[in-house]
């Protein structure tokens, strides 16, 4: 099992769209996949239509309390299946602090899972923060995907995030972490913003960046709230045709393996 966490510190850039619809498309290819939901706000959770469960989350695992496959729960997609997102997280962020070694107790919360093999791709949809649970959820990946919006700013915090990454990989705690892909969402072809966007991820990251790129669409941004995946809510317009074309890029590059490591691509 492969762990990808879907991080950007920026708020609103698409870690969430990201990570349901990617986890949702892998699951349509075969892929046994389990969407991990690490943010309080549960967004992911209720995209893909669970609701917050009592006692269901990475809340306890992540204390140490319970096991993680314990709150494993399926969802109406065959092959996809979800660890839902909880208010409580966001108290978890500070009874985890007070821990000690506090930064790998989501990795060590996620063994039983791994040991388990009962899934290709577990995806963790991560906070809009530098906090413990985003930090947490870096420890535990095996690969960083970075959503970047095609926006102002778009690539404003990515280097801190590097360095974040590259603080964990020397702490020991997670030698092999990489970026292995940066995703560009919300891109709209009629302004040169978008255009411009792309460009500049392009020049400084080369092949890190993800050719599929995710167009602005109503669709994309409507089928949360009735709790649907792109793939459900509009099969075929084209958010579910980007998700599909990112998911199949994705495999191709696991096979081919991409990564920036370092500042260098590898
Ligand atoms: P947060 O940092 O709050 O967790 P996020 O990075 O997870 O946010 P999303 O929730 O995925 O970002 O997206 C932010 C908003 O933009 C949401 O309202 C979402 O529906 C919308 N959105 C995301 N991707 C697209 C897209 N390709 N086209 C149109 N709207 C989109
Ligand atoms: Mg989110």
Redesign the pocket.
């Known amino acids: 099992m492969k762990v990808i966490a879907v991080a950007?510190q920026?708020?609103?850039?698409?870690?969430?769209?990201?990570s349901v619809n990617l986890a949702a498309c892998l699951a349509e290819k075969g892929k046994r996949v389990l969407l991990a939901d690490l943010?309080p706000?549960a967004?992911a959770t209720s995209a893909i239509g669970l609701g917050e469960v009592e006692g269901i989350s990475l809340y306890e695992p992540i204390l140490g309390l319970k096991p993680a496959v314990d709150m494993i729960l399926p969802t109406r997609m065959e092959n996809l299946f979800a660890i839902p997102g909880t208010m409580d997280m966001a108290g978890a962020e500070v009874e985890v602090a007070r821990m000690p070694n506090h930064i790998v107790q989501l990795r060590n919360a996620l063994e039983g899972i791994r040991e388990a093999a009962l899934f290709d791709y577990l995806i963790l949809?991560c906070?809009?923060s530098l906090g413990i649970l985003m930090t947490n959820s870096l420890v535990a990946a095996d690969e960083i995907l970075v959503?970047i919006q095609c926006e102002y700013y778009a690539l404003e915090g990515l280097s801190k995030l590097m360095r974040i990454t590259e603080d964990i990989r020397n702490s020991g705690n997670n030698p092999t972490l990489a970026i292995s892909g940066l995703v560009m969402?919300?891109f709209d072809a009629r302004t040169n913003l978008s255009m411009a966007v792309i460009k500049d991820v392009r020049d400084h990251f080369q092949e890190v960046a993800y050719q599929t790129v995710?167009?602005?669409?109503?669709r994309?941004?409507e089928a949360?709230s009735f709790g649907k995946t792109i793939l459900e809510y509009d099969p075929k317009g084209p958010?579910t045709i980007a998700y599909q074309a990112l998911a199949q890029e994705f495999l191709e590059r696991q096979k081919r393996g991409v990564s920036f490591v370092n500042g260098v691509i590898e």
């Not at 995710?214 to 109503?218: C, H, T």
Request: glycine share 14%; charged share 20%.
């Open positions: 950007n920026k708020g609103g850039v698409g870690k969430t769209t990201t943010d706000q967004n949809d906070p809009p959503p969402t919300m995710i167009p602005r669409s109503v994309l941004s949360p958010g």
